[in-house]
C-alpha cells in the first residue's frame, strides 16, 4: 500500500479543504452537533492515496475511522468458498472503517481506492478518546456499521437465492442509489465499472454478465460502453431485479 500523507494541499488535488468544512459538508457526519465536528476537526488527520491503493485489507487491525472527501473507494469481502464479491462503493461524504470503535476489532471488508482519494482518517485511540467525549459519534458510526452488516448479509442471500438476472437487476439499482447521475439517455452510473466488476458483485461470471446487458441494451433498459453502464428505463430494471419481468 503506498501512502502519501498529507498536510494541506496534495500536489494532485485540485483545491485544499478545511477539516471543518468536508465534516459539515458529509451526508453521514454533517449532522453531528458542532461541538462534536470542531473536536473530529482537531483529531483529524489528511491522507492520499492513489488508484488501486489499498486503505486496508480484510482481516487486518481495525486501526482507523476514515471519511471520504474526494475520489471513491471499493470494499469487497471474500467468502468461505473463496468467492471475492464487491459489497459496495463509498464515495464524498460517506464514512468506511467504523469498526475501529470497536476494541480489537478486525475489517471484515477490504477497501481499495478506485480513484485518487482525499480521505480524513482518525486512529483508534484518537477514535475512543472523541466517542467518549461525543456519544452522538458513537451512535452515529455504530448504525453505519450495522447498516452495512446488513447490506453483506443481504448480499449473500441474493447470491444463495436469487437467479442471476435479478442479483445484476439489484446491483445495479443499489449503484444508481449510491453514484447516479441524470443525464439525456436516463442515469448514468458515475463510477468506473467494468463488466467483471459486476460479474464479482452478483457471484457469477464474466461471459454471463455480459451476455445479460447484452440482451437488456438489446431491449432498451440499459445502455452500456467501457467501464459505463446508463439505466434507460430504470422502473424496468425493477421489474427485473423484483422478478416481476415474466422472463
Known sequence: MRWRKQVGQSPS??????????????????GLPAATLRALATGAT???????D????????????????????KLTQVG????????????????????????????????????TARLLAWPHDEL????????????????VIA???????????????QRVA????????RLVRQAGRRTAEGVEIDLPLSRQDLAEMTGTTLFTVSRTLSAWESAGVVAVGRERVVV??????VAIAEDLDGD
Open 128 to 143: 475512543l478518546r472523541l466517542a467518549a467525549d461525543h456519544p452522538q459519534l458513537a451512535l452515529l458510526t455504530t448504525g
Open 46 to 52: 489528511w491522507h492520499t492515496a492513489g488508484r488501486h
Open 166 to 173: 435479478q442479483r445484476l437487476a439489484r446491483a445495479l439499482l
Open 13 to 30: 488535488m485540485a483545491s485544499p479543504v478545511d477539516p471543518g468544512t468536508a465534516l459539515a459538508a458529509s451526508s453521514q457526519l454533517g
Open 54 to 73: 489499498y486503505l486496508f485489507h480484510q482481516g487486518d487491525d481495525a486501526s482507523h475511522l476514515y471519511l471520504v472527501v474526494d475520489g471513491r473507494v
Open 232 to 237: 434507460v428505463h430504470p422502473h424496468r430494471l
Open 80 to 115: 468461505a468458498d473463496g468467492q471475492e464479491v464487491i459489497v459496495r462503493h463509498i464515495g464524498p461524504g460517506e464514512i468506511l472503517g467504523g469498526i475501529a470503535l470497536v476494541e480489537g476489532a478486525a475489517y471484515p471488508v477490504t477497501g481499495e481506492v478506485l480513484e
Open 147 to 161: 447498516g452495512r452488516m446488513h447490506e453483506l448479509q443481504e448480499r449473500f442471500r441474493e447470491l444463495a437465492t
